[in-house]
């Protein structure tokens, strides 16, 4: 197949930052019809105020069709999450273990803190959007994610089964197995944790480019993770989790975790699913299982990927005073989205 027409796709996990950054990166995600946006900012998007104020300053710096999120901490008031997702300023809630990620400390410690927003939102209907790693300093940073299916996960689906979970970014044939084994749970893969593992970040070289969180694992992981992402209608969706920081953050002593792939993403899941021999089944994962999940309709126009000669990719992004290296899987891509019409 050398051409390929889908639905457009909807990018269900992506982070835009503020100010120049923001400015840098939105037109980035040009290929997506609506994205969920992470509100881990410094200061984090705690109210729907704030959430209402961002949702405007995304919009102007390009991005036009943006699904906002309220980072949940201990002091979230549930009457507000409520009132703003009643009123669309709010897709979902999003919950980061404390410390689990980049500006996470405003994040959760106690799940108990949070019962009764939980409790609100199951009843309202507003979803959660789930960091899922544990984060105690004795866990393997390898096994943080098993570990949250088993002590966090489990018993918060058990307390409150009517909640709309969504397991962000899984790695782990654990996470996959288990959204299996829960029906209704839904759950975001991102691209680089399908074309790549811990020895592609690893191996002859530590490469800070590859290094996100939930951190690449190993190989066996990726297959499933490849298998469940092409397994055509179900519970697994696109979200790229493209999270940019500027080049000397990355490159650096210690390197900032955040793979930048918004620009080149469709391209990466397309090889993937090419490899797999299952590009009829992007147009599920990219555009259908999403909307599908949220109870949202799929987007009406599309878009067409084309075989052959992508071209030279920018090996980074420059503007606004910042400069952001893009996620290289290490192997040339070969297909690019035709550019938009109009
Ligand atoms: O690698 C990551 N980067 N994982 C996250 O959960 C957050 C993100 C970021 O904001 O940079
Ligand atoms: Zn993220």
């Known amino acids: 197949m050398e051409r390929l027409t889908i639905r457009r796709p909807d990018d269900w996990h992506l982070h835009l930052r503020d100010g120049e950054m923001l400015r840098l990166v939105a037109p980035e995600s040009r290929d997506f019809g609506r994205a969920v946006i992470m509100p881990n900012l410094v200061p984090p998007v705690v109210t729907g105020d704030d959430a209402g104020a961002y949702r405007d300053r995304v919009i102007a710096a390009g991005f036009a069709r943006p699904l906002m999120t309220l980072y949940l901490t201990e002091g979230t008031d549930p009457t507000d999450v409520v009132r703003a997702h009643a009123g669309g300023v709010i897709h979902a809630v999003k919950l980061y273990p404390a410390g689990a990620t980049t500006n996470s400390a405003s994040g959760v410690r106690d799940i108990e803190t949070v019962r009764p927003v939980l409790a609100a939102m199951e009843e309202a209907g507003v979803p959660l959007c789930l960091h899922g790693e544990v ?6 940073i390898f096994d943080r994610e098993a570990a949250f299916l088993d002590r966090v996960l489990t018993p918060l689906r058990d ?11 899984v790695t782990t044939k654990d996470a996959v197995d288990w959204v299996r084994e829960h029906p209704g749970v839904g ?37 499933a993770l490849r298998q469940a992402a092409t397994s055509g209608p179900g519970p697994f969706f696109l979200g790229t989790d493209s999270a940019p920081h500027p080049l000397q953050a990355k490159e650096a002593t210690c390197c900032a975790a ?36 949220y109870g949202l309709a799929p987007n009406e126009d599309t878009v067409t990927l084309v075989k052959g000669d992508a071209g030279a990719r920018p090996e980074s992004i420059e503007g606004h005073g910042q400069r952001v290296t893009l996620f290289d899987p290490g192997q040339p891509l070969h297909w690019r989205v035709e550019p938009r019409e109009g």
Do not use: W
């Open 159 to 169: 307390a409150h089964p009517e909640l709309k979970l969504t397991l962000e970014h």
């Open 258 to 293: 955040g793979c930048f792939t918004a620009p080149h993403a469709l391209p990466l899941y397309a090889q993937v699913f090419e490899e797999e021999g299952a590009l009829d089944r992007l147009e599920a994962f990219a555009a259908l299982n999403g909307p599908a999940h």
């Open 135 to 140: 984060t105690e300093p004795e866990v393997d």
């Open 187 to 223: 759950a975001t893969i991102t691209a680089q944790h399908l074309t790549s593992n811990r020895n592609d970040m690893l191996a002859g070289g530590m490469r800070p480019h590859f290094y996100c969180l939930p951190i690449l694992k190993r190989r066996a992981h990726q297959e």
